[in-house]
Nanobody, 124 residues
């Protein structure tokens, strides 16, 4: 079993930055692919970014490419999402997810564990 706890959300003005963190329990964290997803009010959950177990492969949604960076520190059992140049349309609850295989996926149904989410609000 893996438990995920997100932090770092908050209120920021458009153009600002936030860094989300996701702390994971479990000794096998380093073998898991990790992802970030988000869900805006009245919208479906959507893929944001994903990273392979080693960090060697990273994928981003087109809407965040060039602005967001996903990274991980396996020694700290933590994955990060650095968000720059934030826009009001980035407002959502952001979820961290773990996939119990090393291969990256952009499909939320292929993730096995989820955090409780952290709210990000970008004001215009």
């Amino acid at each position: 079993q893996v438990q995920l706890v997100e932090s770092g959300g908050g209120l920021v003005q458009a153009g600002g930055s936030l860094r989300l963190s996701c702390a994971a329990s479990g000794r096998t964290f380093s073998s898991y692919a990790m992802g970030w997803f988000r869900q805006g009010s009245g919208k479906e959950r959507e893929f944001v970014a994903a990273i392979s177990w080693s960090g060697g492969m990273r994928y981003y949604a087109d809407s965040v490419k060039g602005r967001f960076t996903i990274s991980r520190d396996n020694a700290k059992n933590t994955v990060y999402l650095q968000m720059n140049s934030l826009k009001p349309e980035d407002t959502a609850v952001y979820y961290c997810a773990a996939r119990s295989v090393a291969v990256v996926s952009t499909n939320s149904y292929q993730y096995d564990y989820w955090g409780q989410g952290t709210q990000v609000t970008v004001s215009s």
